[in-house]
């Protein structure tokens, strides 16, 4: 089940969207299987972060919910109707913003913009996964060739 709640004309008030999806969206939270929430933005919250944190954390609990941050950085600081957001910040620092709300909502983080991937839960552990596997592979043509020399 899919909800969509759409922030428009220079907002990004993350605690009114979160509050819709989980207080309107998730009401009969018995009924649905999937209990995860994917925000998708630009830019960093209209609120202070310690704040949404906090809710984030309180709901996650309460609803059993994940909530999954996809940032993606766009190149202009300004959009194209030329409305400034109510907060401001470059992008590393959205990004740490964000993987603080991430934490507290026990999901995880995706950043990407233009240029490609910047940074994703998901392929951090794919990586490590990778690595464990070369290692793993290297042990094993060592130990295989340790036991040719013995023969």
Request: net charge neutral; glycine share 6%; hydrophobic share 40%.
């Amino acid at each position: 089940r899919w909800v969509l709640s759409l922030q428009c004309k220079g907002s990004r008030n993350v605690m009114s969207a979160l509050r819709r999806a989980v207080e309107v969206d998730f009401k009969d939270k018995d009924v649905h299987k999937s209990q995860g929430l994917y925000l998708l933005t630009t830019g960093i919250p209209d609120q202070e972060i310690h704040t949404v944190s906090a809710y984030v954390a309180q709901v996650c609990r309460g609803f059993d919910l994940q909530l999954h941050v996809c940032l993606f950085s766009v190149m202009e600081a300004v959009d194209t109707s030329g409305i400034i957001p109510a907060r401001y910040a470059n992008p590393t620092e959205t990004a740490i913003a964000f993987k603080e709300i991430v934490r507290a909502g026990n999901g995880r983080f995706h950043w990407f913009g233009e240029a490609g991937i910047f940074e994703s839960d998901d392929i951090t552990v794919i990586v490590s996964e990778m690595e464990k596997a070369n290692s793993y592979s290297q042990k094993c043509a060592f130990l295989v060739e340790s036991l040719k020399q013995r023969s």
